[in-house]
């Protein structure tokens, strides 16, 4: 079984920071990609950034230059740093990812989400 522990959200002031990490554990053979998404009220749950396993990132044009997506292999986690942040980065922040299991399948998994609230 596999676990994604998330932790860092918040209320934050406009132009405030946060820092969001998720702690992977269970019967992982290799991690792939990680990501976070986020889903605000009332709307689909959007991709905000990604990290492959060789480092190549991806970030939503909504956030890109104001928050930063890190992996720390041997730890099992992924972070994201979120700078500068706006009302409109309201939401559930969810932590993804892919994974191989023992026998080679490609597997997805979601973790709870933890809300982070930017209003002054």
């Known amino acids: 079984q596999v676990q994604l522990v998330e932790s860092g959200g918040g209320l934050v002031q406009p132009g405030g920071s946060l820092r969001l990490s998720c702690a992977v554990s269970?019967?992982?053979?290799?991690?792939?990609?990680m990501g976070w998404y986020r889903q605000a009220p009332g709307k689909e749950r959007e991709l905000a950034a990604r990290?492959?396993?060789?480092?190549?990132?991806n970030y939503a044009d909504s956030v890109k230059g104001r928050f930063t997506i890190s992996r720390d292999n041997a730890k099992n986690r992924v972070y994201l740093q979120m700078n500068s942040l706006k009302p409109e980065d309201t939401a559930v922040y969810y932590c993804?990812?892919?994974?191989?299991?023992?026998?080679?399948?490609?597997?997805?998994?979601w973790g709870q989400g933890t809300q982070v609230t930017v209003s002054s």
């Open positions: 993804n990812v892919e994974a191989y299991s023992r026998n080679n399948l490609l597997l997805e998994y």
């Open positions: 269970g019967s992982i053979f290799r991690l792939n990609a």
């Open positions: 990290i492959t396993d060789g480092g190549s990132t």
